[in-house]
Every structure is written in C-alpha cells, then in structure tokens.
C-alpha cells in the first residue's frame, strides 16, 4: 500500500505558476511510476505527467507540454508538478497517482492523493 498526499494549488492569475508537491509513504521502497491527472468539473480525469521511478522516461499531455515539468526526489518521496503559463482552461482538481507501471491510463493506477484545486483566472 502506497499513501499520497497533495499539495500546492491554489488561485493563480492566467500566465502566472504553481508548484504541486505529492508526498508518499508506506511501501515507497518499491520502484513506482508517478503520475499527474487532473478533473475539471463535469469532465473526465485526464492524464497531465507521468515519470518512471528512475526519471529516465516522462509523458506530458500535448496539452502542457512545455509549460509543466514533472520532476520527482526518490530519496524524500516526493513528486513535484511546476506548472508555468497557465491559461484558465488548466483549471482543476489535480491529482497524483502512483502504481508499479508507468502508463498514461488513469484506470491503471491503484494509489492517488486526495486532489489539490488548481484555479486559474482570466
């Protein structure tokens, strides 16, 4: 069993950064990929980021590529979103997930953190 932990949304102007942190605790011994999803509502969970336990491999939806940098420090745990430029339409409940395999799918992860709202204003 994985425990994840979001954090860092908030209200941010159209342009400006956030900075989303997932802490993880319980079998982090074992070598999980970590993703970012994010809902908007009345939308479906949709993939943002994945990076595999060594950081070698990263997915990026189209949609953020080259504003948002997935980025995670195995030794604390943790796994972190920058995300730059935002536009309104990032606007969301973000999540991260966790699971053995490293997948864009978000039916594949088994762990998530409880959400963290991102609002971004125009």
């Known amino acids: 069993q994985v425990q994840l932990v979001d954090s860092g949304g908030g209200l941010v102007q159209a342009g400006g950064s956030l900075r989303l942190s997932c802490a993880a605790s319980?079998?982090?011994?074992?070598?999980?990929?970590m993703g970012w999803f994010r809902q908007a509502p009345g939308k479906e969970r949709e993939f943002v980021a994945a990076?595999?336990?060594?950081?070698?491999?990263?997915y990026y939806a189209d949609s953020v590529k080259g504003r948002f940098t997935i980025s995670r420090d195995n030794a604390k745990n943790t796994v972190s979103l920058q995300m730059n430029s935002l536009e309104p339409e990032d606007t969301a409940v973000y999540y991260c997930?966790?699971?053995?395999?490293?997948?864009?799918?978000?039916?594949?992860?088994?762990?998530w953190g409880q959400g963290t709202q991102v609002t971004v204003s125009s």
């Open positions: 319980g079998r982090t011994s074992d070598r999980y990929a």
């Open positions: 997930a966790s699971d053995s395999m490293l997948t864009m799918e978000y039916k594949r992860y088994r762990y």
């Open positions: 990076m595999n336990w060594s950081g070698s491999r990263t």
